[in-house]
């Protein structure tokens, strides 16, 4: 029969009229997927993402939080990923408890500034000010609208906050019905992350401008801007043990403690090398002697509490997630991947139908004829080996996208992930040459095991590991538009071959079943 089909037409077709027919479907075929596949992704991504913009982000600023009857308070932002206006849709507060963040009160979508007064927590923005009492948010009148505030803190144990109009900038302090100026503060611009601190009747003012963290008392005789720490990336001023103390994170993320002790800034004997980047960060202490509390931020729902016991590192505890990303990002993003995968899949089993009409499906050699593997066993094995190779460093790459945080040991040093992509390669290194091994040598590999083909040299013997790895290789080039190229190359060569089978003289054939490998010779075959 085999020759027959040879006399018919010469180049592996049953009939002319058959080759035409398949020369013509597979051409507008490979063609019409060629097209499809540039335009799936595109309306894959249309369609999934209004799932990605109704979701939300949650986010928890740590720079705004307080330390309010033993725990840390602070306030809770939640936004739809589809709002342009930026504004929140819901916020409340929360505390940080030992199984994670509690609800404490809701707060609609207002974003205020926390300070704790002994019993009392207050909320203050520039339009805005509250009481939380018994779980609830009472409203406090506010004659009038603040300017642009800084963070507030307590003065004379009254609210106070640094106020920003175009005139300039001063200290406002609450006097239970109104905002009253206490002390104006020329040359202070609040452009440069301004944050006050009471001392004593007095005030201390911080700012950052450059890399340098300077300190101001306005009320001293001979005021000047004193240096407190140099090139911190983020800082907190607060008060520990009835000292003015400063908290900051330098360059290297190493979180360093120094106070005031009138004359000049030192440290107190408290450092930490943080783990991951850090954006901002607060420091508490309830009363002079107790523990000290840091809190620090990474991204907008990344939270990692620190404590210590004087200069005793006690533990951390971390909140939140740990990526900058939403949740189920990473899988989004490979959607449209894994469509047009499946959009080569159907081709093969498209062609495949064809060929099995309009070609010649067996080999034969020296008195043996062998059924060539088709083209939908050849995908479905390509698949599984894919699978093999691709599977360890999706899962590499969507746990270093998770975690993005703890990859980064420092803003500048991501040693973690420079380890995870070296081991990705050598992975991928191992799986090329071990695969190119095991099909040289047996003429297969997971994939075809498990689809009952093989790959040998067109004598019918195992091709060699040399020929195996010419074979991998020209995969780059089979593999172009999600192996488009292969698998048109196998529906229109005579001995169904890639380009990687014609420059390493291999056919692909079945290993089960009758006309295989594994079937007895034709009498009189050699």
């Given at each position: 029969?085999?020759?027959?089909?040879?006399?018919?037409?010469?180049?592996g077709?049953?009939?002319?009229?058959g080759k035409k027919?398949?020369?013509?479907v597979a051409?507008?075929?490979?063609?019409?997927?060629?097209?499809?596949?540039?335009?799936?992704?595109?309306v894959v991504?249309?369609?999934?993402?209004p799932?990605?913009f109704r979701?939300t982000?949650t986010?928890?600023?740590?720079?705004?939080?307080?330390?309010?009857q033993?725990?840390v308070h602070?306030?809770?932002?939640?936004?739809?990923?589809?709002d342009?206006s930026?504004?929140?849709?819901?916020?409340?507060?929360?505390?940080?408890?030992?199984?994670?963040?509690?609800?404490?009160?809701?707060?609609?979508g207002w974003q205020?500034w926390?300070?704790?007064?002994?019993?009392?927590?207050?909320?203050?923005?520039?339009?805005?000010m509250?009481?939380?009492?018994?779980g609830?948010?009472?409203?406090v009148?506010?004659?009038?609208?603040?300017?642009?505030?800084?963070?507030?803190?307590?003065?004379?144990?009254?609210p106070a906050v640094?106020?920003?109009?175009?005139d300039?900038a001063?200290?406002m302090?609450?006097q239970?019905?109104?905002?009253?100026?206490?002390?104006?503060?020329?040359?202070?611009?609040?452009r440069?992350?301004v944050?006050?601190l009471?001392?004593?009747?007095g005030?201390?003012i911080?700012?950052?401008e450059?890399?340098?963290?300077?300190?101001?008392?306005?009320?001293?005789e001979k005021?000047?801007w004193?240096v407190?720490?140099t090139a911190?990336?983020?800082?907190?001023?607060f008060e520990m043990d009835?000292q003015?103390?400063?908290?900051?994170?330098?360059?290297?993320?190493e979180?360093g403690i120094?106070?005031y002790?009138?004359?000049?800034?030192?440290?107190v004997?408290?450092s930490?090398?943080?783990?991951?980047?850090?954006?901002?960060l607060?420091?508490f202490?309830?009363?002079?002697?107790?523990?000290?509390?840091?809190?620090?931020q990474?991204?907008?729902?990344?939270?990692?509490?620190?404590?210590?016991?004087?200069?005793r590192?006690?533990?951390e505890?971390?909140?939140?997630?740990?990526?900058p990303?939403?949740r189920?990002m990473?899988l989004?993003?490979?959607?449209?991947q894994?469509?047009?995968m499946l959009?080569?899949?159907?081709l093969?089993a498209?062609l495949?139908?064809?060929?099995?009409?309009h070609?010649?499906g067996?080999?034969?050699?020296?008195?043996?004829?062998i059924?060539f593997?088709s083209l939908?066993?050849?995908?479905?094995?390509q698949?599984?080996?894919?699978g093999?190779?691709?599977?360890p460093m999706?899962?590499?790459?969507w746990?270093?996208?998770e975690?993005?945080e703890?990859?980064?040991s420092?803003p500048e040093?991501?040693?973690?992930?420079f380890?995870?992509?070296?081991a990705?390669?050598?992975?991928?290194?191992?799986?090329?040459?071990?695969?190119?091994a095991?099909?040289?040598f047996?003429g297969?590999?997971?994939?075809?095991?498990?689809?009952?083909i093989?790959?040998?040299?067109?004598?019918?013997?195992?091709c060699?590991?040399?020929r195996?790895?010419?074979?991998?290789?020209?995969?780059?080039?089979?593999?172009?538009f999600n192996?488009?190229?292969?698998?048109?190359?196998?529906?229109?060569?005579?001995?169904w071959?890639?380009?990687?089978?014609?420059a390493?003289r291999t056919i692909?054939?079945?290993s089960?079943g009758?006309?295989s490998?594994?079937?007895?010779?034709?009498?009189?075959?050699?």
């Open positions: 029969m085999h020759q027959e089909q040879e006399t018919a037409t010469g180049t077709y049953l009939s002319e009229d027919t398949f020369t013509i051409g507008v075929l490979g063609a019409f997927f060629f097209v499809v596949q540039f335009a799936a992704p595109i991504m249309i369609v999934a993402m799932v990605m979701s982000m986010t928890a600023s740590a720079e705004s939080s307080a330390l309010y033993g725990r602070l306030v809770e932002t939640t936004r739809g990923l589809a342009e930026g504004a929140p849709s819901k916020s409340r507060i929360v505390r940080i408890e030992s199984g994670g963040l509690e609800e404490v009160a809701p707060l609609g205020p926390l300070l704790a007064d002994g019993d009392r927590l207050w909320l203050i923005s520039s339009t805005r509250g009481l939380l009492e018994n609830r948010v009472n409203p009148e506010m004659p009038e609208p603040l300017g642009e505030i800084r963070r507030p803190f307590l003065l004379g144990g009254k640094v106020e920003s109009r175009p300039g001063r200290v302090a609450w239970g019905d109104t905002w009253r100026e206490t002390r104006p503060l020329p040359g202070v611009d609040c440069c992350g944050q006050a009471a001392r004593g009747e005030v201390l911080f700012r950052q450059e890399k340098t963290l300077y300190a101001i008392d306005p009320a001293e005021a000047k004193n407190v720490v911190p990336s983020s800082w907190y001023a009835g003015p103390t400063v908290a900051s994170i330098g360059s290297d993320s979180l120094v106070e002790d009138g004359r000049r800034w030192r440290s004997g408290i930490r090398r943080l783990k991951g980047y850090t954006s901002s607060a420091g202490q309830a009363q002079a002697g107790s523990s000290l509390i840091v809190l620090t990474a991204y907008p729902n990344s939270l990692n509490l620190f404590s210590w016991e004087g200069t590192f006690v533990g505890r971390r909140f939140g997630q740990s990526s990303f939403p189920g990473f989004l993003m490979m959607v449209p894994v469509s047009v959009l080569s899949l159907a093969a498209i495949s139908a064809l060929m099995r009409t070609r010649v067996s080999y034969a050699y020296q008195g043996r004829e059924e593997a939908t066993r050849r995908a479905i094995s698949l599984v080996d894919t093999i190779l691709a599977l999706a899962a590499g790459f746990w270093m996208f975690h993005l703890s990859d980064l420092g040093i991501p040693w973690r992930l380890t995870l992509v070296g990705l390669f050598a992975w991928m290194v191992a799986i090329f040459f071990g695969f190119s095991t099909e040289g047996w297969t590999s997971p994939g075809k095991w498990l689809t009952g093989r790959v040998v040299g067109t004598d019918l013997r195992p060699g590991f040399g195996a790895l010419l074979r991998n290789l020209l995969k780059l080039i089979d593999g172009f192996f488009l190229v292969g698998i048109l190359m196998v529906a229109f060569t005579e001995k071959q890639r380009l990687g089978d014609l390493a692909v054939v079945r089960t009758r006309n490998l594994s079937a007895p010779r034709l009498p009189g075959g050699n």
